[in-house]
């Protein structure tokens, strides 16, 4: 029972950061380069342990997210828990693969969370698709790197024992 819950405090950790850098206030020029931490977090823990991250919790998280940046409630639990569902589905196939195709993937992954908060946003009301649609998912899908070195590093860091 003990093995279940270890590491699951550095998740938690890391998914409170990545809301952190979700919400932080940028200058409006950069506002539109800030990438979807939250979803890529979600990404790596659902790839890395997938056992332990699943759809529930991307749903959670996405709930968190939109009381956070003031969104519909339900619109980024959703596209999260789609996009998880996915990561799920081929997450063996995925960790084989090396990081630049894992890129390729991530910037398809940012770009049908994207896709359905423009399409939720449009019900609403109208929009117009503009260039900053894609600032988000371009910059995520760079990120990924960093964002997968860090990670790992952060899952296989172990507690010295006093």
């Known amino acids: 029972m003990n093995n279940f819950y270890y ?4 998740i938690i950790l890391s998914m409170v950061l990545a809301m ?4 932080a206030p ?26 332990r991250v699943g759809i529930f919790h991307a749903w959670t998280f996405g709930l968190l997210t939109d009381v956070l940046t003031g969104r519909l409630f339900g619109q980024n639990a959703l596209a999260y828990s789609l996009v998880i569902y ?17 890129e ?28 900053t649609f894609w600032l988000p998912v371009f910059t995520g899908t760079i990120c990924w790197p960093l964002v997968y070195t ?7 860091s172990r507690r010295i024992k006093e």
């Open 104 to 131: 390729l993937f991530i910037f398809f992954c940012l770009l049908l969370s994207q896709l359905l908060l423009f399409l939720i946003k449009n019900l609403q009301h109208p929009a117009q698709l503009h260039g």
């Open 26 to 51: 940028l200058p409006p020029a950069l506002a539109a380069f800030n990438p979807d931490w939250v979803l890529l977090t979600l990404i790596y823990w659902s790839l890395a342990v997938p056992e």
């Open 20 to 23: 952190c850098l979700k919400i």
């Open 86 to 102: 996915i990561c799920l589905k081929l997450h063996k196939r995925l960790r084989q693969f090396p990081l630049l195709q894992q």
């Open 150 to 156: 860090v990670m790992r590093f952060v899952r296989l």
């Open 7 to 10: 590491g699951f405090g550095k």
